[in-house]
């Protein structure tokens, strides 16, 4: 939901940026989904959560080829 409706305050399609720009289709009384505030630097896209990386907490692979002295040593013996 916008912050407006978090704070209290009471949204309406004379607020909303489509209603303001003459862009809105929908002919129902009230917010709609797609309501976005009107604010003097234009449309903004809603905001998103950040994506937080986790700290890798394995340091080895589950498989992996063997080295070329591994390969080696293995089939030395051979």
């Not at 303001?20 to 234009?42: F, I, K, M, W």
Request: charged letters at 20%; a positive charge.
């Amino acid at each position: 939901m916008t912050n407006s409706r978090a704070s209290g305050t009471r949204v309406s399609c004379e607020d909303c940026f489509f209603r303001q720009n003459l862009l809105c289709a929908v002919s129902d009384s009230g917010p709609c989904a797609t309501y976005r505030p009107n604010h003097p630097e234009g449309l903004r896209p809603p905001s998103q959560l950040q994506f937080v990386f986790r700290q890798e907490r394995r340091m080895q692979v589950a498989w992996a080829f063997p080295s070329a002295s591994e390969q080696l040593a293995l089939y030395a013996g051979v």
